[in-house]
T-cell receptor, first 112, second 111 residues
Framework: NAGVTQTPKFQVLKTGQSMTLQCAQD?????MYWYRQDPGMGLRLIYY???????DKGEVPNGYNVSRLNKREFSLRLESAAPSQTSVYFC???????????FGPGTRLLVL | QKEVEQNSGPLSVPEGAIASLNCTYS??????FFWYRQYSGKSPELIMS????GDKEDGRFTAQLNKASQYVSLLIRDSQPSDSATYLC???????????FGAGTTVTVRA
């Protein structure tokens, strides 16, 4: 099992460009999450999906959209990137909300 | 006030010593707590979970929970250079069952 995979690993964008971060898990988990990690801030939840077909906002959803394409895949889209979105983005999954979350390797995004 | 607060560190300990990491949380209704280890440039990985007051031991790691004081700690005994990492404390919020993470404590084990 690959666990949680994310693409791309690194990305440089110019302000105003758009991109989609991809996440997939092969653990048959129901819940999936997108976090961002900034120095001194810990992990902050952007969006989550409790099950296929449902998505909800987390702590810092502004500037992002998500799609739960199927049970395996949960994508994060930046419609118009801003320098404030420079961060490391982690996708995670769990069997359900209260259970252990397993993290992907992360995507390092730089917005110029 | 942050929901989960940790000593920012860095914490430097000699090899073989005990590293002690502390965490406080503000949600009195939280029932589940987690310690994640994150190596530089890598993703967080779960090392301990604790749900009841008292101590929970797993190898060289001991998690301690005191719900009355809203305090969680992690002890790393016989610290090894491979323990050098950032340790993230997390609590499961009682209102929406989502994790709140602290900013992390960076531990360096000196050989």
């Amino acid at each position: 099992n690959a666990g949680v995979t994310q693409t791309p690993k690194f990305q440089v964008l110019k302000t105003g460009q758009s991109m989609t971060l991809q996440c997939a898990q092969d653990m048959n988990h129901n819940s999936m999450y997108w976090y961002r990690q900034d120095p001194g801030m810990g992990l902050r939840l952007i969006y989550y999906s409790a099950s296929e077909g449902t998505t909800d906002k987390g702590e810092v959803p502004n500037g992002y959209n998500v799609s739960r394409l199927n049970k395996r895949e949960f994508s994060l889209r930046l419609e118009s990137a801003a320098p404030s979105q420079t961060s490391v983005y982690f996708c995670a999954s769990s069997t359900r909300d209260s259970e252990t979350q397993y993290f992907g390797p992360g995507t390092r995004l730089l917005v110029l | 006030q942050k929901e989960v607060e940790q000593n920012s560190g860095p914490l430097s300990v000699p090899e073989g010593a005990i590293a002690s990491l502390n965490c406080t949380y503000s949600d009195r209704g939280s029932q589940s707590f987690f310690w994640y280890r994150q190596y530089s440039g890598k993703s967080p990985e779960l090392i301990m979970s604790i749900y009841s007051n008292g101590d929970k031991e797993d190898g060289r790691f001991t998690a301690q929970l005191n719900k009355a004081s809203q305090y969680v700690s992690l002890l790393i005994r016989d610290s090894q250079p491979s323990d050098s990492a950032t340790y993230l404390c997390a609590s499961l919020r009682s209102n929406d069952y989502k994790l709140s993470f602290g900013a992390g404590t960076t531990v360096t084990v000196r050989a």
